[in-house]
């Protein structure tokens, strides 16, 4: 009997406690044997009481497909059908099969706290898929809501070779179901642990695809924040996949992260110190860790003592073994930098020499944005689809509006497992799109990085049966400049000062403000009392209120300033309290002042 096949019938009596065994027919004209509750007979004795009665027997098509009848007393008669999965477990599948219909579920991969993650094989083109089976009311108690929606979020709005897929997400009352790409040998982690370090080709080859996928996290505007082995998957030829977006943050203008999350042991010093930061440069650090992980099969940073190991990655102390290359012993130090102003970027790792040995084409330029991606149909494969059934104008349009739908699904998971058999995972088609998109943005490069204008789909969308996602438009955040850190940041408190304006320095780039329109004339007593105080470089100094301040009229900000790329440098204002308005025509009055950007 096929397990994928296999079911069980709760047929639920309402006639009281039952002593003598009793049948009914249902209107399909099956007859069910009910007894007393909590008896369970097997399909053999059920046909044996049956025939012995002289009632009516189940029919051969459906004895093949059904291996138990239990039964349970309720209020009245109903019948609930229950999946009996390859691994023996049980679920409802009076809503999966009308909510999965397009795959046949398999065996249970993993279960995690609030869910299961199901093997299953997509009943159109035969390839299999991972289905994440999230349960909302275990979801809810553990106040995971947003991670789970923040994951599916992300997901959706990625087509990356080195990034998990999501393909589909199918929501019931009372579950999730998020069918994503399946990849076969499991963690980076247990390679490692397995192999122990690496040569250093293969490790190359795998923080080359690390990297190229962070890179592209970081252009549609999303840090992953738990950048570790155990989060990066391989599939059956070894390629790294990205996943487990759910400490993800997507970024917005003017806004900072201040959120410790990740594991410890690859967190940043200003992630585990509680301070602000922008958010990629806390990916770079955790990709230096797994660099060094990769190379070395230990980690640079670890104590059983949390204290001891935030002490450790606070003050950047750890040994590069001598069996590193000359490349690796410079590359891994200036990723783990304290400092995130002078740490690398992503950029700058792209340059490096290390990093540039025997780099496959297809990663040698930064992938092209989503919508890019989404203009280019493979006619094959279109051609393949619409010979399933599918209309090929609606498919068409579908794939171009990045609509989640039934022909779409299809379309990806055709073209994916292409891409798999040919030329070691990418076909031509995905480099020159690489490539048309490089040039692209060269072409137009401004201070906003390009993202895309459409989410990739969502479900329910009215036409073809699917959901557009909102609308994502370019992004621009703070001020640019080439100018170095302490002139810009003497600049700034000159322009401050100016202003009238009071700030307590909470870091070398990092300073909390308060303003109060018209409270002092433009030389007067606040200024001065900066003059006084010496405030350049003093971090302790900090003007207080003097009582003549209407708390209403109060402007408080942060300013921070972080580094972008190799020679750039990004200023950011963001309002913490007080009047929208008032706040803005400060922002006006400092930048008239400032005199380096």
């Known amino acids: 009997m096929s397990a994928s096949l296999a079911c069980d019938f709760h047929i639920h009596w309402s006639h009281g406690r039952g002593i003598l065994p009793s049948v009914r027919p249902l209107r399909t004209g099956i007859a069910y044997l009910l007894t007393r509750p909590g008896f369970v007979l097997t399909l053999t004795k059920c046909f044996q009481a049956s025939m012995r009665l002289g009632l009516p027997t189940i029919p051969g098509e459906v004895h093949k497909d059904i291996a138990l009848l239990r039964f349970r007393p309720i209020e009245f008669s109903t019948i ?4 009996r999965d390859m691994d023996g ?9 009308s909510f999965l219909r397009n795959y046949k579920l398999g065996k249970t991969l993993g279960i995690g706290s609030f869910g299961k993650v199901k093997i299953a094989e997509h009943a159109l083109t035969g390839h299999k898929v991972a289905v994440k089976i999230l349960n909302r009311k275990k979801i809810k108690n553990m106040d995971m809501e947003e991670k789970v929606r923040r994951e599916i979020k992300i997901l959706r709005l990625f087509m990356h070779p080195h990034i998990i897929r999501l393909y589909e997400v199918v929501e019931t009352h009372s579950d999730i179901y998020v069918v994503m790409e399946y990849v076969k040998s499991g963690e980076l982690f247990d390679y490692i642990v397995e192999k122990g370090r690496l040569h250093e080709e293969e490790a190359r080859i795998f923080f080359q695809q690390i990297i190229s996928g962070v890179e592209y996290c970081h252009r549609n505007m999303v840090v992953h924040r738990d950048l570790k082995p155990e989060n ?10 990205i996943a487990d977006f759910g400490l993800s943050n997507i970024m917005r203008d003017g806004h900072f992260l201040k959120t ?10 200003e992630v585990i110190s509680g301070k602000l930061y922008a958010g990629p440069e806390v990916d770079v650090w955790s990709c230096g860790v797994i660099l060094y992980a990769l190379l070395c099969g230990t980690l640079p940073f670890d104590d059983e003592n949390i204290p001891n190991l935030f002490k450790k990655i606070k003050g950047g102390i750890y040994t590069l073994p001598s069996h590193l290359s000359a490349g690796a012993r410079d590359l891994i130090p200036r990723m783990l930098i304290v400092d995130p102003m002078k740490r690398m970027t992503i950029p700058e790792i792209r340059a490096h020499p290390w990093f540039q040995a025997h780099l496959p084409r297809y990663l040698a330029v930064p992938p092209p944005d989503t919508m890019q991606q989404a203009k280019k149909i493979d006619e094959d494969i279109l051609q393949e689809v619409v010979k399933m059934g599918f209309d090929r104008n609606a498919l068409v349009d579908s794939l171009r509006n990045r609509v989640q739908n039934e022909g779409t699904v299809t379309y990806y998971l055709l073209l994916d497992n292409r891409f798999r058999v040919s030329s070691g995972y990418l076909g031509s088609e995905f480099q020159e799109t690489m490539e048309f998109g490089y040039n692209r943005m060269n072409a137009s490069e401004t201070v906003a990085s390009p993202v895309g204008q459409r989410l990739p789909g969502a479900v329910d969308y009215q036409q073809f049966g699917g959901r557009q996602l909102p609308v994502d438009r370019k992004w621009a955040l703070g001020l640019q400049s080439r100018a170095h850190p302490r002139e810009i940041m003497t600049e700034v408190l000159k322009a401050l000062q100016e202003l009238n304006v009071f700030w307590k320095k909470i870091g070398h780039y990092n300073m909390k403000c308060r303003w109060m329109p018209g409270g002092h004339g433009h030389h007067g007593r606040a200024l001065n009392s900066m003059h006084d105080n010496n405030y350049f470089g003093d971090e302790s100094a900090i003007i207080e209120n003097d009582g003549n301040v209407r708390p209403q009229n109060v402007v408080k900000f942060e300013v921070q300033l972080y580094k972008t790329r190799e020679d750039k440098y990004l200023l950011d204002l963001q309002r913490v309290q007080g009047p929208q308005f008032l706040f803005l025509d400060l922002c006006a009055a400092f930048l008239a002042q400032l005199r380096v950007l």
């Open 80 to 83: 609930k059908y229950v999946h």
């Open 89 to 97: 477990s049980i679920q409802d599948v009076s809503s999966v099969d």
């Open 232 to 241: 990066l998957l391989l599939d059956s030829k070894c390629n790294v996949k």
């Open 260 to 269: 410790s999350c990740g594991s410890p042991n690859y967190a940043a010093p």
